[in-house]
């Protein structure tokens, strides 16, 4: 792991790697910018940058672009570091040149040279420049000078003025003097080089006839082509060159052509890291989506007629119904036969009636009401003047345990019993403070009480007593607090306190409750009855159908007390409208069709099915066994909507 970088620094460093990149493949890639930037971030090594590279390029590539990463990250931070020592050495040296321009104006004045506020002329600039490299000969004839005065002494004064400098100095100082002077020296010449070929001084013109005159430098030439007796291209030493041919073509196609492989690459490496799975099977080919082109298609002839003639049909259709609806409605059929309809059907068991009917069987003497004589074979003996009453079976609801009448008491007796018991309790602690098995209590001490209890102790030292005394309290509040901290019941025990108080027993007999609802499409309506049946631990089922949803829920006595108030009240069903058979708007309603027991459940979790016919309404009902809850429900919905009409 190398230090990451700063954010300033990734910034500065992201345009030179955008560029590298696009430089190595030859467009732009947006994710090996991004996962080379997360590397410097993250202070990642060229191993593992390589790694994190290599999971969208080759390998080979990877290696070579990370070590192009980290070369410019190198490049970049010794530039910081170069910029910043630039930065301390052009401080001095405007501060040196200062000192030089106070010291060379009279100079500048016996040259002829003038300095104005104003523009300055090419004459003044030649001047300035000729200064300049005059300045420049001369620092380098003296680096020259130090340079051999540190290599080899010339004379005995020399070698012992080098010891004593060498005595007084550390061994480095005259080496970076040296350097210094070098960075110095190289700054001044990269200044003027730049004012060169920014074209400031470009409509100076060279004169070679005058003195100290400073001529443009030579601009960049192409190299000359040389060609041998045999029409081959050679260098000045002679030897062969062989020439790059460039195919002039579109930069467009070449990044074109350059994307495509990058594409390619990549898809052949997932094909590779499957075949490399343990899962993968070599039978199955991996396709590459490829998208067929779309075909003009044409619509054929007569298409948009045979459309316009149903719509047509349709419409007339429509109408016939209207019409044949509102006779009905007037002759009041309509009701009649969708309750015919709604009405299960019952199909009739013919059965083999027998000779003797088994209520009959008891005062008979044979299995024959008559004999052969015609007269009646009834015993006797068995008919009496009593009267036998069945045995009354218990209610399934009922419990097997037998049931006692609790005693209440009166808020007197209540009181009087609460005396006793506290009384008592007292009365055992006294008796174990006398049997010595309990030390006797402190007395209890309190603000109010303070003089009467300790009395002259009071007195004597009343901030020490008051002090005891505020301790003791706070004793007692602590030991109260804690009481109550241990009988507080935890996050769980709460939860499964409520929910023991929300289950009910259901063994014995489900309540159930039917309801139907005229319209059930808005989804915070459909949500509450959904939560709340689950957070009551109630089962049941909606069948959602046109002007008929119904609602079925079963459980306890309290739980359906709590869904009947949400669904009668705390619901505002009034809220949504539904368009009625006449076609006025009507405020949607929700009715209690039916409540009552039931021996067992017949539905599971609370579930919505949508269903699209009456039939299909019916057989959700019917698969659970209580299709009667759909027959009272529809047919109170189809008497309903005949009333509104």
Same mark, same amino acid.
């Given at each position: 792991m190398t230090a990451s970088l700063s954010r300033k620094e990734v910034d500065e460093i992201k345009p030179y790697i955008d560029k590298t990149i696009e430089k190595f493949l030859g467009f732009t890639e947006p994710s090996l910018v991004l996962t080379a930037m997360n590397c410097l971030m993250s202070g990642y090594d060229r191993k593992k940058t390589t790694e994190k590279l290599s999971s969208l390029l080759d390998s080979s590539k990877a290696s070579r672009l990370a070590e192009k990463v980290f070369e410019i990250v190198e490049d970049v931070r010794t530039g910081l570091q170069a910029r910043k020592r630039h930065h301390d050495s052009d401080i001095e040296i405007t501060k040196k040149a200062k000192i030089s321009n106070s010291n060379n104006t009279a100079g500048n004045v016996n040259s002829g040279v003038t300095i104005s506020s104003g523009p300055l002329s090419a004459n003044q600039i030649k001047d300035m420049m000729a200064n300049a490299q005059k300045?420049?000969?001369?620092?380098?004839?003296?680096?020259?000078?130090?340079?051999?005065? &540190?290599?080899?002494?010339?004379?005995?004064?020399?070698?012992?003025?080098?010891?004593?400098?060498?005595?007084? +100095?550390?061994?480095?100082?005259?080496?970076?003097?040296?350097?210094?002077?070098? =960075?110095?020296?190289?700054?001044?010449?990269?200044?003027?080089?730049? =004012? %060169?070929?920014?074209?400031?001084?470009?409509?100076?013109?060279? !004169?070679?006839?005058?003195?100290?005159?400073?001529?443009?430098?030579?601009?960049?030439?192409?190299?000359?082509?040389?060609?041998?007796?045999?029409?081959?291209?050679?260098?000045?030493?002679?030897?062969?060159?062989?020439?790059?041919?460039?195919?002039?073509?579109?930069?467009?196609?070449?990044?074109?052509?350059?994307?495509?492989?990058?594409?390619?690459?990549?898809?052949?490496?997932?094909?590779? &890291?499957?075949?490399?799975?343990?899962?993968?099977d070599p039978r199955i080919g991996a396709k590459p989506s490829i998208r067929n082109k779309r075909a003009l298609r044409f619509h054929e002839p007569g298409k948009f007629q045979q459309l316009a003639d149903r719509m047509r049909m349709k419409a007339q259709l429509e109408k016939l119904q209207s019409e044949i609806s509102q006779i009905a409605r007037k002759t009041g059929i309509t009701s009649a036969t969708k309750l015919a309809l709604?009405?299960?059907?019952?199909?009739?068991?013919? &059965?083999?009636?027998?000779?003797?009917?088994?209520?009959?069987?008891?005062?008979?003497?044979?299995?024959?009401?008559?004999?052969?004589?015609?007269?009646?074979?009834?015993?006797?003996?068995?008919?009496?003047? +009593?009267?036998?009453?069945?045995?009354?079976?218990?209610?399934? #609801? &009922?419990?097997?345990?037998?049931?006692?009448?609790? *005693?209440?008491?009166?808020?007197?007796?209540?009181?009087?019993?609460?005396?006793?018991?506290?009384?008592?309790?007292?009365?055992?602690?006294?008796?174990?403070?006398? +049997?010595? %098995?309990?030390?006797?209590?402190?007395?209890?001490?309190?603000?109010?009480?303070?003089?009467?209890? +300790?009395?002259?102790?009071?007195?004597?030292?009343?901030?020490?007593?008051? #002090?005891?005394?505020?301790?003791?309290? #706070? $004793? !007692?509040?602590?030991?109260?607090?804690?009481?109550?901290?241990?009988?507080?019941?935890?996050?769980?025990?709460?939860?499964?306190?409520?929910? !023991?108080?929300?289950?009910?027993?259901?063994?014995?007999? *489900?309540?159930?409750?039917?309801?139907?609802?005229?319209?059930?499409?808005?989804?915070?309506? $459909?949500? $509450?009855?959904?939560?709340?049946?689950?957070?009551? @631990?109630?089962? /049941?089922? *909606?069948?959602?159908?046109?002007?008929?949803?119904?609602?079925?829920?079963? /459980? /306890?006595? $309290?739980?359906?007390?709590? @869904?009947?108030?949400?669904m009668i009240h705390r619901i505002k069903w009034e809220e949504d409208t539904i368009k009625a058979a006449s076609g006025k708007e009507e405020p949607n309603k929700c009715d209690l069709v039916w409540e009552g027991t039931a021996q067992n459940r017949s539905f599971g979790e609370m579930k919505f099915k949508v269903c699209a016919t009456e039939k299909l309404a019916r057989e959700q009902f019917r698969k659970h066994g209580v299709e009667q809850y759909w027959d009272l429900a529809y047919s109170t919905s189809v008497l309903e909507n005949q009333d509104d009409k």
């Open positions: 300045m420049i000969e001369e620092r380098k004839k003296a680096l020259n000078a130090l340079k051999t005065n &540190d290599a080899v002494p010339t004379t005995k004064t020399e070698t012992s003025a080098n010891k004593s400098n060498k005595n007084l +100095l550390p061994p480095s100082a005259s080496v970076q003097r040296t350097e210094e002077k070098a =960075k110095k020296i190289a700054q001044l010449q990269a200044q003027i080089q730049s =004012k %060169l070929s920014s074209g400031v001084l470009g409509s100076v013109t060279s !004169r070679s006839s005058a003195p100290g005159v400073i001529t443009a430098a030579p601009t960049d030439k192409p190299t000359p082509l040389i060609l041998d007796s045999q029409g081959r291209t050679v260098d000045i030493t002679g030897k062969e060159i062989q020439l790059t041919h460039v195919v002039p073509t579109l930069k467009a196609n070449i990044r074109a052509k350059k994307r495509e492989e990058f594409r390619q690459q990549l898809q052949e490496r997932t094909v590779e &890291d499957i075949s490399d799975s343990h899962f993968f709604i009405a299960p059907k019952v199909e009739t068991q013919v &059965d083999e009636i027998p000779e003797v009917e088994w209520w009959d069987s008891v005062i008979l003497e044979n299995d024959e009401y008559f004999n052969a004589d015609g007269n009646l074979c009834i015993k006797e003996s068995a008919i009496t003047h +009593l009267v036998e009453h069945p045995i009354q079976a218990k209610s399934p #609801a &009922d419990s097997m345990k037998p049931t006692y009448m609790p *005693v209440f008491l009166t808020k007197k007796e209540r009181k009087k019993l609460r005396r006793q018991n506290r009384r008592e309790a007292w009365k055992e602690e006294q008796e174990k403070i006398r +049997l010595g %098995l309990e030390p006797p209590p402190e007395p209890k001490l309190r603000i109010s009480n303070l003089m009467r209890v +300790l009395g002259t102790e009071a007195v004597q030292d009343p901030t020490k007593i008051e #002090a005891h005394v505020r301790a003791q309290m #706070a $004793k !007692r509040k602590k030991a109260h607090e804690e009481a109550n901290a241990s009988r507080k019941l935890t996050d769980e025990q709460r939860r499964e306190k409520k929910m !023991r108080k929300l289950q009910e027993d259901t063994t014995l007999g *489900v309540h159930v409750a039917v309801y139907r609802v005229r319209e059930l499409t808005s989804a915070s309506k $459909k949500f $509450k009855v959904e939560t709340n049946a689950k957070q009551l @631990f109630m089962t /049941g089922g *909606v069948v959602m159908f046109k002007d008929c949803n119904v609602i079925v829920v079963e /459980g /306890g006595i $309290k739980q359906q007390k709590k @869904f009947k108030r949400l």
